[in-house]
Nanobody, 121 residues
Framework: VPLQAYGGGLVQAGGSLGLSCVAS????????MGWYRQAPGTQRELVAS????????NYADSVKGRFSISRGFAENTLNLQMTSLKPEDTAVYYC???????????????WGQGTLVTVSS
């Protein structure tokens, strides 16, 4: 099941940017979707996640109040709205989903290809 991420790019500090992710293929259900990021020389970290069944969200402390994660209107889509961006938000952002494929008995941890967000000072 591929995850395709959209958005990203270059923005000035204080600006806004949106990311989208689409999960396609033979999907039975999605448990959780989220965004992670990895800056050069650092480990990948959780930015925000959402539990699909109850829409409960979880945010890294560093982005609380600035980023907003939500389901998209289209099926199996995920959005991340980023505002008040800071240079330290610069990273490759990865979409992630915990999902069950049709006919499968277990959930799979699926990752998108990553999209670069660069925030200039």
């Amino acid at each position: 099941v591929p995850l395709q991420a959209y958005g990203g790019g270059l923005v000035q500090a204080g600006g806004s940017l949106g990311l989208s992710c689409v999960a396609s293929g033979s999907i039975f259900s999605i448990n959780t979707m989220g965004w992670y990021r990895q800056a050069p020389g650092t480990q990948r970290e959780l930015v925000a996640s959402i539990t699909i069944s109850n829409l409960r969200t979880n945010y890294a402390d560093s982005v609380k109040g600035r980023f907003s994660i939500s389901r998209g209107f289209a099926e199996n889509t995920l959005n991340l709205q980023m505002t008040s961006l800071k240079p330290e938000d610069t990273a490759v952002y990865y979409c992630n989903a915990i999902l069950r494929r049709r006919g499968a008995l277990v959930d799979y941890d699926v990752w998108g290809q990553g999209t670069l967000v660069t925030v200039s000072s």
